[in-house]
């Protein structure tokens, strides 16, 4: 096992639409995916924004693009135009999820 950023292994683009944001994650192959998709779990995303995000967060599957979406709801203090927050959009919540580190099998990483 090697610890890495799931930058090393995935990319991400994140946005924003009202209060909440959407954060999707693409593995870099298949079999990552698989791995990405078994261990980013609802749990583990809302642990990492747990300073932010005050809603629920969802997850959406979409394996024929090796990718998983996360809802973050209620992460932006009321959105672009009506919250107190300087950066109130969510753009920055996919580098954010990149900087999380994960146990990764070696096998996966060559």
Same mark, same amino acid.
């Given at each position: 096992?090697?610890?890495?950023?799931?930058m090393?292994?995935? #990319?991400?683009? +994140?946005?924003?639409? /009202? $209060?909440g944001?959407?954060?999707?994650?693409?593995?870099?192959?298949?079999? @990552?995916?698989?791995?990405?998709? =078994?261990?980013? %779990?609802?749990?583990?995303?809302?642990?990492?924004?747990?300073? #932010?995000?005050?809603? &629920?967060? =969802?997850?959406? &599957?979409?394996?024929?693009?090796?990718?998983?979406?996360? #809802?973050?709801?209620? +992460?932006?203090? !009321? !959105? !672009? +135009?009506?919250?107190?927050? %300087?950066?109130?959009? /969510?753009?920055?919540? !996919?580098?954010?999820?990149l900087?999380?580190?994960? $146990?990764?099998?070696? =096998? @996966?990483? +060559?």
């Amino acid at each position: 096992m090697a610890k890495v950023k799931l930058m090393d292994i995935a #990319i991400a683009r +994140s946005g924003d639409k /009202g $209060d909440g944001s959407n954060v999707g994650i693409r593995a870099n192959t298949p079999e @990552l995916y698989d791995f990405i998709a =078994e261990h980013l %779990t609802v749990e583990r995303v809302k642990q990492h924004f747990h300073k #932010i995000c005050k809603g &629920e967060v =969802e997850r959406y &599957e979409l394996p024929n693009l090796r990718s998983l979406n996360f #809802i973050l709801n209620d +992460s932006l203090g !009321g !959105g !672009g +135009s009506a919250g107190m927050k %300087t950066d109130a959009q /969510g753009k920055v919540h !996919g580098l954010a999820l990149l900087h999380m580190e994960v $146990d990764v099998p070696d =096998e @996966l990483l +060559s």
